[in-house]
């Protein structure tokens, strides 16, 4: 399996030199050079693996069977808090919750970042190397990748989150993990700054090969790839590739529903791909009327969402530009110098056949919880509580097609808009349970390129020394 870039202009590469770059270096996201796609009868034999083996199979498919990825996969997946590692459950006669947070963090980076830290462990080790890993996070990828590489020999990560605007226990989560290869920083500004940040670190040709910068935001492939399986594992669930299934995804840098999207790339009858956003809609806007213009982003009660530049849409407008880099690399250029992305009527229209958005503001999410508990038992988080309203109101019209709502997150991540809807503080798993009480360690930093890559510098170095 070879991998290209959206713009064109990089070197094709082979994924554990994906895996390793993160961004490519003309700046643009890494997709296969040609998707993997399955007979049927390929679809029906995966039917009751295990989720590790089917996990396995499924990144097999990208290229990741040069690594030891069955031993990478069950050990990534072992500690999780339910045995199936993604639950199904039904919430009223079509629709169902796909619960993707009983990992360690309580929330659906797990999924993938279990896995990426263990493949980076075998890939350096392989390699004799040593990376500095750089991310952003809106609240909940943060804490998934410090969790994965807390305390491994060969990998520095530093992770940048907009002060003040992820919950008290996304931040917890990330800030009081204090391994001596771990660090935070707070960015004066909101998400779309601090993405900015990693992309311009990454944009540093110097930097970059100073630090041997990687990532492990949804901009890097495997990441992605590893989000891939456990849509493949609900939808063969409910009788794939002999049945139709839709999907509902609350999403802000549209890397969950893009593993969904290549899920159906690669043959899985998925009919719909419902978008769930909540007051910072750009993903909603373009798919009404083609508007995706960035605004500012407005801090809400479902942060992970509080996104108007959504990396992982440069991966689709590739797909829907046919995949000429060239036009693509433009349509962004002119995006970043506008704040408009000027999509072609016709790729906007193919869009629309497949994806369909939703817009739930904050009274709304807190209904929605209210609802879900008040008539099934349920109790949501704010994104996933976007995620089945977003279900219920654009369910496709033939009733025999279920609906999988991606539940991304713990209730107990967002107790205060939980508690607000229904009068229960949900309480933290006992392994987290003293999470209030622990030490947080950050710095606080301006959104200015040159502070923040000199205390990456300085992290990266006095651990290398």
């Known amino acids: 399996m070879r991998y290209i870039s ?29 998707w993997p796609v399955l007979t049927p009868a390929e679809w029906r034999a995966m039917r009751g693996l295990s989720y590790p083996a089917l996990a396995a199979r499924i990144l097999t498919l990208f290229g990741a069977g040069d690594m030891p990825i069955g031993r990478i996969c069950e050990e990534a997946y072992a500690g999780f808090g339910h045995p199936a590692v993604v639950p199904l459950v039904q919430l009223d006669r079509r629709s169902f919750a796909l619960e993707l947070f009983h990992g360690p ?21 392989k390699r004799g190397e040593r990376v500095t890993i750089v991310g952003a996070t809106s609240g909940d990828t943060g804490s998934a990748a410090i969790e994965a590489c807390r305390d491994r020999a060969a990998v520095d990560i530093v992770i940048l989150h907009p002060e003040g605007r992820t919950s008290d226990v996304q931040r917890r989560q990330m800030t009081t993990v204090l391994a001596p290869n771990v660090k935070n920083i707070a960015v004066h500004g909101d998400f779309d700054a601090c993405q900015d940040l990693v992309k311009a670190m990454f944009n540093d040709a110097p930097f970059r090969s100073e630090m041997h910068l990687s990532a492990v935001n949804s901009i890097n492939w495997a990441r992605i790839a590893a989000q891939i399986p456990y849509y493949v594992s609900a939808a063969l669930a409910f009788g794939a ?33 419902i978008i769930g956003s909540n007051r910072n809609d750009i993903l909603a806007r373009f798919l009404a ?29 590739f ?18 110098a506008e704040g408009r992305m000027p999509v072609p009527d016709s790729a906007w229209r193919e869009a629309t056949r497949l994806f369909s958005g939703f817009t739930l503001d904050d009274a709304g999410t807190l209904t929605e ?51 607000r809807a229904t009068g229960i503080r949900p309480p933290l798993p006992a392994r987290l349970g003293d999470l209030y009480d622990r030490e947080e360690r950050f710095s606080v930093l301006p959104n200015d390129l040159g502070a923040i890559e000199a205390a990456v510098r300085a992290h990266a170095r006095r651990n290398a020394a």
């Open 6 to 34: 959206t713009r064109g202009q990089a070197a094709p590469r082979d994924f554990e030199a994906v895996l390793l770059a993160g961004l490519a270096e003309d700046g643009g996201l890494f997709v296969p050079a040609e």
């Open 289 to 317: 009327a083609n508007d995706m213009s960035a605004q500012p982003v407005e801090p809400s009660l479902s942060p992970s969402m509080d996104i108007q530049v959504s990396s992982n849409f440069e991966r689709l407008l």
């Open 369 to 419: 919880i209210r609802h879900l508990w008040t008539s099934t038992g349920y109790l949501a988080d704010p994104h996933t509580a976007v995620g089945t309203a977003a279900a219920r109101a654009l369910a496709p019209a033939d009733p025999a097609i279920p609906v999988i709502v991606a539940a991304t997150a713990h209730p107990a991540k967002f107790p205060d808009a939980v508690e």
């Open 241 to 273: 590739p002999d049945r139709e299934v839709a999907f509902s995804v609350p999403t802000g840098n549209f890397g969950n529903v893009l593993a969904a999207w290549a899920a159906r790339r690669m043959g899985l009858p998925i009919s719909h791909l």
């Open 105 to 125: 963090t309580l929330a659906f980076k797990d999924m993938a970042m279990q896995v990426l830290g263990r493949m980076f462990d075998h890939v350096l080790d």
């Open 319 to 336: 797909e829907l530009l046919g995949r000429d880099g060239a036009a693509t690399a433009g349509t962004m250029t002119r995006f970043r």
